[in-house]
């Protein structure tokens, strides 16, 4: 039997929510699982939540939220404007986890910088937020690859012709007319960040591709559920109300 493969949405801090979601997808030792980024931010374990995943045998991307905190970080002297945008997007509470914890986020550093902003898996292209429907792949920047919106899911015809895109970083429940927790594909991808982390969903989603299954789990009532892939999906057209283009100074944009 061929192993899974399992896609994971942005967790944003939520350990007990993922521990669930992991416990209802049951991966095997020869399962593929993998993360799409955004592990960090919001949520109440964000450090519990890096170091697990680091010492997983899971693979996981780049995210917005880990570009933030590398920057944050990473300057000597502290960059105080890259410090307060991470804290004002959700920053604060992976802080105060570590603080909670005793752990030190430089731990986490070297291995956040080593993270990569994609995965070709064959038919299956995985990457935190998008890409520029008008940029070869090579010249798409760290920037492009977890901070895209409308351009890219506004694309008239798949990026790649034989590859389906997967991301994270915007909320489905932030296309017009998708309820919290259901998935939403365009031209040639499909993005299954459910918001886990927002009161208006709470729903950590996990996608096994081999048996077009969805996994959820609600962080704030520990309900799962297991849904086929068709039923919890909702096809979009490029022509429909894309979400909002968050502001290029992240301070701004908090609620992403």
């Known amino acids: 039997m061929e192993h899974r493969r399992i896609v994971i949405g942005d967790v944003h801090g939520h350990y007990d929510g993922l521990m669930t979601l992991l416990e209802a997808l049951a991966p095997g030792s020869d399962d593929r699982v993998y993360f ?13 939540v890096l170091d697990f995943v680091q010492q997983s045998p899971y ?5 917005n939220h880990e570009q933030l905190m590398l920057e944050a970080l990473s300057g000597v002297p502290m960059d105080m404007r890259a410090w307060q945008s991470w804290l004002y997007s959700g920053g604060d509470a992976t802080v105060a986890s570590y603080r909670d914890t005793g752990m030190m986020p ?22 935190h937020a998008g890409v520029d429907p008008h940029l070869p792949i090579d010249k ?34 932030t296309f017009e007319g998708v309820r919290p927790g259901e998935l939403v594909r365009g031209e040639g991808w499909l993005d299954i960040d459910t918001g886990a982390y927002h009161q208006k969903s709470g729903w950590l989603t996990g996608f096994d591709l081999s048996y077009r299954r969805v996994y959820q789990v609600n962080v704030f009532n ?24 968050p502001a290029i100074d992240p301070v701004v944009q908090q609620q992403y």
């Open 36 to 48: 799409l980024g955004d592990l960090i931010d919001r949520g109440p374990k964000s450090a519990q």
């Open 59 to 63: 693979q996981t991307l780049l995210g």
């Open 106 to 127: 430089y731990k986490h550093l070297e291995w956040l910088r080593s993270l990569p902003t994609h995965l070709d898996l064959g038919d299956i292209w995985l990457v």
């Open 140 to 173: 798409q920047s760290i920037e492009q690859l977890c901070w895209i919106r409308r351009e890219f899911h506004t694309m008239s015809k798949p990026y790649f012709p034989n590859k389906l895109i997967i991301t994270g970083h915007t909320i489905t429940f």
């Open 222 to 245: 520990n309900q799962v559920r297991i849904l086929p892939f068709d039923e919890v999906v909702r096809q979009l057209k490029p022509k429909q109300i894309a979400p909002p283009e």
